[in-house]
């Protein structure tokens, strides 16, 4: 399965959990930490745990690798190597603007290009 394939996996068990404003950032060109992104706002922080479990527990039996899974009351970071997942409140969203970080590091890449 391709990455394009996991990710979009990944979407629709957020989606199907009631995760909100899912987006994707592909940085596959660019120097970053990982090829693709996902950030989702979850209704809480029970919630944002809650995601987490259900996507460790429906995605290892299909062989996805779980790294490292960061979790506090707001915000859930799941490191699956070449995919990282961010589960946050809209609240912390709006608070760390990760779409204009993401945004801006995929544009200035562009540029370059």
Do not use: C
């Amino acid at each position: 399965m391709n990455i394009n394939e996991r990710v979009e996996r990944i979407v629709t068990e957020l989606d199907s959990k009631k995760a909100e404003e899912i987006e994707v950032f592909n940085l596959e060109k660019v120097d970053y930490i990982a090829k693709q992104v996902i950030l989702a706002n979850s209704l809480g922080g029970r919630h944002s745990s809650s995601l987490a479990t259900h996507l460790k527990d429906e995605l290892k039996p299909l062989g996805e690798e779980f790294l490292h899974v960061d979790e506090s009351d707001d915000w859930v970071v799941i490191d699956m190597g070449d995919i990282l997942v961010h589960i946050m409140s809209s609240e912390y969203r709006q608070k760390y603007s990760m779409e204009e970080f993401l945004t801006e590091i995929s544009n200035k890449k562009s540029k370059e290009i």
